[in-house]
């Protein structure tokens, strides 16, 4: 997409931004997700961005979103809950960070036609962790001790990863291994996957801003902002929503939205 033709999507479709970005956070607001997930093929199927401008775009609006829904949650889980915990957000990190710059060095290394065969696939795995490894129950870690270390720092360089690529914070795979290998209850997973989640993606962002195609952040700005804000509305929403929509019905429509959305952005030309 050239200047031109992003300055046009940026100021025609402000209010179909606000609205596509509302729908989404409302659906992440329900699985207690940020919505990056299903926000990352709209911006390439609807808005018609190339692939690794909407991952940068989805990173930008993923970064103000995961912002904000850390106080939202103070409430229910102190940030003095968090800082007990400061050990197992350092082990996570100990990859993370790594991960979410080499992920992002690849995403801008790519073609385009390989990008959107890579967000295909991963769209994919995502689809199948949350309907297998959403709802694990909270209990006894699956390691201990120098296995469980190690464990993490592989598993947070391979979510880092995962979140370069896509755009995402990676809470849809980080809840499920705070839940399995950490043995972390479900609310206390959520605001833990926040806290790893914020400078895992302000390292994959810093990587990208070093790539030409950084320059879609000023092109779109105001696109970025609206459509920011209707996914942080969207998500307070979905929250409020979440005693009405049983799991059992709601995380395999949204599986199968992902994968709808997979094979949308795999044929994507």
Avoid: C
């Avoid at 350092?90 to 710059?101: C, D, K, R």
């Avoid at 073609?111 to 689809?127: F, M, Q």
Wanted: hydrophobic residues 60%.
């Amino acid at each position: 997409m050239n200047a031109e033709a992003a300055a046009i999507t940026s100021s025609r479709k402000l209010p179909f931004a606000f609205g596509g970005g509302a729908i989404i956070g409302a659906l992440g607001g329900l699985i207690g997700l940020g919505g990056a997930e299903f926000r990352l093929p709209l911006l390439i199927g609807l808005f018609r961005f190339a692939a690794l401008e909407a991952v940068i775009l989805n990173k930008a609006m993923s970064l103000v979103v995961v912002a904000s829904a850390l106080p939202f949650r103070a409430a229910t889980v102190p940030f003095a809950t968090i800082a007990m915990h400061w050990s197992i957000v350092l082990n996570l990190l100990a990859g993370s960070l790594l991960g979410a710059w080499i992920g992002a060095g690849w995403a801008t290394r790519l073609k385009s036609e390989s990008l959107y065969k890579v967000i295909a696939g991963l769209l994919v795995v995502i689809a199948v962790v949350l309907v297998f490894g959403h709802d694990a129950a909270a209990g006894q870690p699956l390691l201990t001790g120098l296995a469980q270390l190690v464990a993490g720092i592989v598993a947070g360089f391979g979510i880092g990863v995962v979140a370069s690529l896509l755009g995402v914070a990676g809470g849809e795979l980080l809840i499920p291994t705070l839940v399995l290998l950490f043995g972390a209850d479900i609310k206390l997973a959520g605001s833990l996957s926040l806290a790893v989640s914020l400078p895992t993606m302000i390292v994959g962002f810093t990587r990208y801003s070093r790539d030409q195609s950084f320059s879609v952040i000023g092109r779109n700005r105001s696109f970025l902002l609206v459509m920011a804000a209707g996914s942080i509305v969207g998500a307070f929403v979905g929250g409020q929503l979440l005693g009405i929509m049983p799991n059992g019905v709601l995380l395999p429509a949204l599986a199968i939205i992902l994968l709808l959305s997979a094979l949308k952005v795999w044929r994507h030309k």
